[in-house]
């Protein structure tokens, strides 16, 4: 069906009715041009919407139309509803606040981005003789109440069923006796049709249920409701008592002295109040999202019990593409912990946190994560979204990559303790990194056309930046954010020298740029961006790297990049480098001592230099600092902090203090390479190396990814020195395979079995027998 023209304009109701309007028109089918062979509706608002067909749902998706940059790009999403429209039918929508209209950041601003809620939309309705009736959002709709008086992402949604009016959505509703007040016309508000863009990515949708594993009665009485996983979502649930009686829902990830624990939280209520009409309600309350395992239940009628209401998992529409499991059952609820982090920050984008007044799309952590979330699930086209949005934030603010796309903070007061906004190292990195982590990944240059401007941009803003020593060594700079040495309040505050960092993320970031110019034929800007890593590679030599190897700071993070990074100038520096990463980890216990810019690297760095066995000691301790410690506690999410919940049960006293951050999950990616043996020698894995490296605390592991090629399989299982590999590789491709201490063997598709060796000094990373 080829989709008529647009039409429609993008209206508003005359009265606000609490930030929860709902819009219909009704009308009928033209006669005389037989049945209808097809019929599409294209939607999307400036707030979010749910749209109906005759009182049904066009989609499955919820908080549509997501968070773009709503200057730039307003997306709208198509639905084929051939089979719900009737002679007489009914379009109908209901509208929420959204990221449009709602809070946004720890400011406590709403509205950052328009004071009115609009829809637009169009149903194109093809019959069989090609005619196309078009109808489209103007001024004869009509607006009118919901039941929801009250609705915002981070504070959450009430619901007042004695207004719901039934009908609505449905031909011959009468808007005369709606319970909630009277129903009023529309107007159409200035919009641009040209802002109107095709989702690259999928839609939000309920992925997943899950049920309560248990009720429990707080130290002061209240009712609380575990379900044993952290989740993103709503509950969801029937019940009937008494009209006007009132039911609250407050969330919180985690417990502290046997109470919901809200601290961290900070200004965002998290709360929903569901008002019963006195008959059978079914509440559900799709206007909000919480991040939460515990749920503090007050007013219920009668007994609550675990069969009495649902958690519905809300995330963006993925497959699942990768797996993991090895004998460690800690490591295997580790990387659960990472599915599970993915699965609630990818929410329509990328987000830092999904549950305190932020939930913003902050750059840094997915330039780390990417890699990770590349194998877990197929996220190419919903990052190749996202960075569109981070292409437009960049051209609007003259080749400066913001920290948050989109970026709202532009919008907010800037803290004293920062400068004006300029390139952030790592963060402004994801518009590099990010791209070719999917190139890597998928092996389709699309993303990488799509984005090559920015990637250029951002890599000659950068230049532009660097003092005249060569170093990126001015400005303000995140550094190794988190670093478990800071000070909780001073979460900057780093071992790492933050010029360091920069410099050598600069590195990576001029490398990656010369090699994507170099894939696109641009071969004079291939040729600059290699001389101007060849000159940043030559300064940090000369002015971070000591005669003796020591670099400055001396500390895990700067061997750790300097080492992934493949900044250092000679295979003797790289293996002082990789000898003192070792040490340092060594004579720290194995306890993680980097941040946010160190931790995505330390085990690939020490692996890649000979020191398989003290990566895996960081894998496997589990005192904190560490990545099994918040396993140890109980967590079901990747935390924020190392140390976001203490030894002793109370919450981390830090302003930032998040149970579902992702970023420092990134340690998957060198699970799946070196524990699973899983990494690609060609993009999209046209050519795959399978190279397991076994350590000690884990005898077998089992790892499979589905690429564009087929599903790659690797099982191995180390016994008394002897490892027993198992590989399959799908037609079309060509493996390498190298167990420790053998030579590479290539071989095609099918499935193959090896048998090695395992040294002790592999397995046994504390040196004992």
Known sequence: MTLAPWHAAMISPDQDFDGAPLLRKEFTLEEGHGAVAKATLRATACGIYESFINGKPAGGDVLSPGWSSYEWRLRYRSY???????????????????????????HGMSGLYGSELGFFGQLDIEYADGHVQSVGSDKTWQAGPSSTTANDLYDGQSIDARREPAGWARPGFDADSSPAGAWTGVHELEFDVERLAEPVGPPVVRADVVKPVQILTSPSGKTLVDFGQNLVGWLRFTVRGKAGATITVRHAEVLED????????????????????????????????????????????GTLTAESLEAVVVHSELERIGEFECSNPLVNQLHRNIVWGLKGNFLDLPTDCPQRDERLGWTGDIAVFAPTAAFLY?????????LLDLAAE????DGLVPITVPDALKYCPQPAEFPAPESSALWSEASVWVPWA?????????????????????????????????LWDQGFQFGDWLDPDADPDQPWAAKADTGVVATACLYRTASITAQTARLLGK????????????????????????????????????????????????????????????????????????GFAGTPFITHALTDTGHAGEAYGLLLEESCPSWLYPVTMGATTIWERWDSMLPDG??????????????????????????GGIRPL?????????????????????????????????????????????????????ADVELPGGERRSVGAGTHSFTGYVASSQLDYQGTP
């Not at 960049?394 to 603010?397: L, N, T, W």
Request: hydrophobic share 40%; with cysteine; charged share 25%.
């Open 523 to 594: 071969t004079d800007d291939a040729e600059h961006f290699d001389q101007l890593a060849a000159r940043v590679r030559a300064s940090f030599a000369e002015h971070y790297v000591a005669t003796d190897g020591t670099i400055r700071s001396d500390c895990t993070t700067v061997y750790a990049l300097a080492i992934a990074f493949d900044i250092l100038e000679t295979s003797s520096r790289r293996e002082f480098a990789g000898n003192r990463l070792a040490e340092l980890v060594r004579d720290n216990g194995y306890r993680v001592s980097t």
């Open 682 to 734: 060609e993009p999209g894995y046209a050519k795959v190396l399978i190279a397991p490296q076994p350590g000690e605390g884990i005898d077998w592991a089992r790892t499979a990814l589905k690429t564009p090629h087929g599903t790659v399989r690797v099982e191995w299982r180390a016994a008394c020195g002897v490892l027993e590999l198992e590989a399959t590789v799908p037609e079309g491709v060509t």
């Open 80 to 106: 084929d509803v051939t089979a719900l429209v009737e002679p007489s039918t009914v379009l109908g929508v209901e509208l929420g606040n959204g990221w449009y209209r709602g809070r946004l950041a720890w």
């Open 650 to 675: 109370t919450i981390n006293p830090g302003e930032m203090t998040s149970f579902n951050h992702y970023a420092l999950g990134a340690v998957a990616d060198w699970m799946h390479k070196a524990i």
């Open 378 to 386: 197929d996220v190419k086209g919903f990052l190749q979204d996202w």
């Open 258 to 301: 046997g109470e919901l624990g809200t601290r961290p939280l900070r200004s965002a209520k998290a709360a929903d109040t569901f008002i019963l009409s006195g008959g059978e309600d079914s509440f559900e309350p799709t206007k909000t999202f919480h991040g939460f395992r515990y749920a503090e239940i007050t007013g219920w009628p």
């Open 438 to 470: 999917l190139w890597e990944a998928y092996g389709d240059d699309t993303v990488l056309r799509n984005q090559y401007g920015s990637m250029a941009s951002h890599t000659r803003r950068v230049e532009g930046l660097l003092s005249p020593t060569g």
């Open 394 to 397: 960049q051209q609007a603010a």
